[in-house]
């Protein structure tokens, strides 16, 4: 048996990943989190906080010998400088506990993102490739690839690094998830007797765009943390194709049974900052899973993505030579996530 750490594993990346370890059966998987889980799962699951580093030496000494660590933790600051010290520490925490602890621990499978090309700043050089040059730091995922380029010389470990663009799965309380953002947003349009309009830029409307299925992520990860030729490499994972909102929009339209209207700019944040009474109500009337709103959707993000107006895109030309073929089509993946959480009570 194969031993992992998942961090960050009640994240959107990391739900989805530990139900695709357990679904092999041939690992052991131990999820860390700064909360516990709200469901049953048969992986061990661990609240622990990666920033407290003398928590974290004892957790993982009582682990035993840990093979693989899946790194999806983050944590958001006030800014980008706020930013690098915890999400360093939290990460050499735990792969120095492990280090430690482990007499055979053998990769650690790092997720970065679109940000790494700096995706948030605004247009950039596309489709991006690994090798493209750093932005002008400060960045993150710079200092923690670094930490594990360095710390790993000499050792019998090495690491990989995948970079998916805005990952699509379920997970309440994450930020940083388009597809809970368009189910409650939709739930709400039809509760409203409103059309389903898009909410941000025309400009963004036509931009093309990208998304990661969690699921395919997940399957990355495994490919990732079992093939030799994957150590010391960074790949690009999307669901394999480019596609933009003015495309997909009028198929969710129907999916919400909701007539189509063209976009209206929306400042979501403000606009959705008194909802919350509708959707309790909504999640009352229907009852629904009872998530507050707020670990519903998180507006201000949605906000950002609806308004980028540059192409987001990403070559995956490097992980299909390196060996991983997996696609995701994104209209299906949409429809089908919306599908699922319909059939969890998730949304009406």
Sequence with gaps: MRKAVVAGALGVSGRA????????QDWEVIGLSRRSPEF??????????????SSVDACVA???????????????????FEEIAPNL??????????????????KVVLLEGAKYYGAHLGPYKTPAKEDDPRHMPPNFYYDQQDFLKARSEGKAWSWTALRPSSICGFAVGNPMNMATVLA??????????????????TASYSMIMEMTDAELLAKAMVWAALSDRCDGEAFNITNGGFDRWENLWPRLAEFFALPYAPPQRLPLAQFMSDKAPLWQAVVARYNLLDYTFHQAAAWPFAEA???????????????????FHECVDTEEMLLRLLTQFQRMRFIP
């Design 40 to 53: 049953q799962s048969p992986a061990r699951y661990i609240a622990l906080d990666l920033l407290d580093r």
């Design 62 to 80: 009582s682990l035993g010998d840990v093979t693989h660590i899946f790194y999806a933790a983050l944590q958001f600051g006030g800014n980008v």
């Design 305 to 323: 993505i609806f308004n980028i107006e540059y192409d987001v895109m990403s070559d995956t030309t490097k992980s299909r030579q390196f060996g």
């Design 17 to 24: 990943l530990v139900n695709h370890l357990v679904s092999l």
């Design 184 to 201: 409650v947003y939709g739930s709400l349009c039809r509760e409203l007797g409103l059309p389903f309009r898009y909410p941000g830029s």
């Design 89 to 106: 520490a939290m990460l050499q925490h735990l792969v120095e506990a492990v280090e430690r602890s482990s007499r055979s621990f053998r």
